[in-house]
């Protein structure tokens, strides 16, 4: 299992306001998608996040998003390790993914890029 990366996840109230804050801060472009009635701005390592408070809430509890280069790989590892897979390995916008539980009781999405 090799981790590439992180990305920050940011829960905001107005979408709209904060990705120029962002873009300038990141010094990128948003790349924008939505999912489960959720708007998705990626920036650089932030993922701003906004819609629905309920939806927002779970968002909340996954404390960052972790690239790897493969997530049927990251399970086993996970698993092996005594992680509790909460949900995946499923598609996403971003590539697979994977939400996990560590032991410490620390919730993580692991993604990968691959099709």
Do not use: W
Not at 109 to 114: G, M, P, T
């Amino acid at each position: 299992m090799e981790i590439l990366g992180a990305t920050l996840r940011v829960c905001v109230d107005d979408l709209e306001t904060a990705i120029p804050f962002y873009e300038r801060l990141a010094g990128g472009r948003a790349q924008r998608f939505e999912r489960g009635g959720v708007q998705v701005a990626a920036i650089g390592c932030f993922l701003l996040m906004s819609g629905p408070p309920a939806e927002l809430e779970v968002l909340r509890k996954v404390a960052a998003t972790i690239a790897v280069t493969d997530v049927e790989e990251t399970h086993k590892v996970l698993t092996e390790l005594g992680a509790h897979i909460v949900a995946g390995p499923i598609a996403s916008p971003a590539g697979r993914n994977l939400i996990v539980l560590h032991p410490d009781g620390s919730v993580y999405e692991y993604v990968d890029r691959q099709a």
